[in-house]
Nanobody, 128 residues
Framework: QVQLVESGGGLVQAGGSLRLSCAAS????????MGWFRQAPGKEREFVAA????????YYADSVKGRFTISRDNAKNTVYLQMNSLKPEDTSVYYC?????????????????????WGQGTQVTVSS
């Protein structure tokens, strides 16, 4: 069992930056691929970014590519999402998720049902 706790959300003006953190419990964090998803009011949850067990491979949704960076520190059991040049349309609840597989897995990395553990989410609000 893995428990995930997100932090770092808040209110920021357009063009600003935030860094989200997701702290994981358990001794097997380094064996999990990790992902970030988001869900805006009235919309479906969508994929944002994913990272493999070592941090050597990452993948991003087109909407955040070049602005967001996912990273991880296995010694701290933590995955991060650095968000720069934020836009009002980035306003959402952001969730981190763990997948019981070390690698990204190709197309499945963007599929919600492929992830086994989820955090409770952290709100990000970008004002215009």
């Amino acid at each position: 069992q893995v428990q995930l706790v997100e932090s770092g959300g808040g209110l920021v003006q357009a063009g600003g930056s935030l860094r989200l953190s997701c702290a994981a419990s358990g001794r097997t964090f380094s064996s999990y691929a990790m992902g970030w998803f988001r869900q805006a009011p009235g919309k479906e949850r969508e994929f944002v970014a994913a990272i493999n067990w070592s941090g050597g491979s990452t993948y991003y949704a087109d909407s955040v590519k070049g602005r967001f960076t996912i990273s991880r520190d296995n010694a701290k059991n933590t995955v991060y999402l650095q968000m720069n040049s934020l836009k009002p349309e980035d306003t959402s609840v952001y969730y981190c998720a763990a997948r019981r597989a070390p690698n990204l897995g190709g197309p499945v990395m963007v599929v919600i049902d492929e992830y086994d553990y989820w955090g409770q989410g952290t709100q990000v609000t970008v004002s215009s």
